[in-house]
């Protein structure tokens, strides 16, 4: 087997919370158990809420847990050419329209959603005439148009998902109304970009995966390897966020040694037998996606902390 080539985005908005290092630990415990490199890439498209300062304190975090990385590419904030050269792509093949649903007419209890809420476009502006399209006077988003495709996702974690594009989530933006380009459109371009071969995050963007890999198939990128892994919720059921600062990074340093956080973690998600001290490295001679939990994982703070 080719050593996988991983990657490590995080958005520098805030400190790392014990989510985020949860995904970042197996991430790095999955390309390093297999002899494989990870890559660094700070998401900071949204650059109203990022910061330099704050992608620095994230590369210190990382390091002070043991988990260095092989190669840190460019920042999101500085690929916009990247993805205009694939924007452009998209837009000769007349696979882009723009779309000038508003927030409020895409959440509508009357929009078709499925199951979980999430919405799924119904197509409305896309066959729009050029007079009806002039007539909104306001800049529009782009959407791509997706065909009535099933993909299937062998995920490392969480096995077979199966999502039809259509159905499931309907044409999706690729480039807001101000220009922005979105998150799909942008990792996809990284990935294929940097050679990435396997991606590791949250369960939440599980349903990301076969929209990437519509895109991956339309700009000739080979698709990665996909693990979702389950998500850290506390005992109340709240997910772990940056917005509620929970335990994020710089309470924990104050009180815990790495090694303690990282075997308290390993512990949680079914990786080790029991709470013991241990280092990243020394974790990654055993790791198996096979003992991951594939479901949330409920954790008490209290005991952490205690």
């Known amino acids: 087997m080719t050593p996988p080539v991983g990657r490590f985005a995080p958005t520098p908005s805030g400190r790392m919370h014990l989510g985020n290092v949860f995904a970042a630990l197996i991430a790095w415990l999955s390309v390093k158990s297999w002899g494989g490199s990870l890559l660094l890439r700070m998401e900071d498209l949204d650059t109203q809420r990022t910061s330099p300062e704050l992608g620095e304190v994230l590369r210190q975090d990382l390091l002070w847990l043991g988990l260095p990385w092989d190669e840190e590419t460019p920042p ?133 995966a076969p929209r990437q890999m519509y895109l991956q198939d339309l700009l000739g990128y080979a698709h990665p390897e996909y693990g979702h892994v389950p998500l850290l919720t506390a005992r109340d059921g709240r997910r772990l966020s940056k917005r509620d600062k929970d335990l994020d990074l710089g309470r924990l340093r104050l009180t815990h040694r790495p090694e303690a956080l990282v075997g308290w973690l390993a512990w949680q998600a079914g990786l080790l037998e029991r709470r013991q001290d241990i280092s990243p490295r020394e974790l990654a001679e055993e790791f198996s996606w096979e003992k991951l939990k594939k479901q949330e994982i409920c954790v008490d703070l209290a005991d952490l902390l205690g």
Do not use: I
């Not at 837009?91 to 000038?100: E, I, K, T, V």
């Not at 078709?112 to 909104?136: K, M």
């Not at 039809?164 to 807001?176: A, E, I, P, Q, W």
């Open 76 to 208: 999101q904030s500085r690929r916009t050419a990247a993805y205009e050269a694939a924007f452009g792509k998209l837009q000769d093949r007349g696979l882009l329209y723009p779309c000038y649903c508003t927030r409020s007419q895409l959440h509508s209890v009357n929009a078709p959603h499925q199951s979980d809420g999430t919405y799924v476009y119904p197509g409305t502006c896309r066959g729009l005439s050029d007079r009806e399209r002039a007539a909104f006077q306001r800049k529009p988003a782009w959407r791509l148009l997706v065909p009535d495709r099933e993909y299937r996702v062998a995920d490392l974690c969480q096995g077979e998902y199966v999502q039809n594009l259509s159905s499931g989530c309907g044409d999706f933006v690729v480039r807001r109304a101000d220009g922005v380009f979105v998150y799909q459109l942008a990792v996809t371009v990284d990935d294929g970009d940097f050679g990435v071969t396997q991606v590791v995050r949250g369960v939440d963007l599980l349903g990301s």
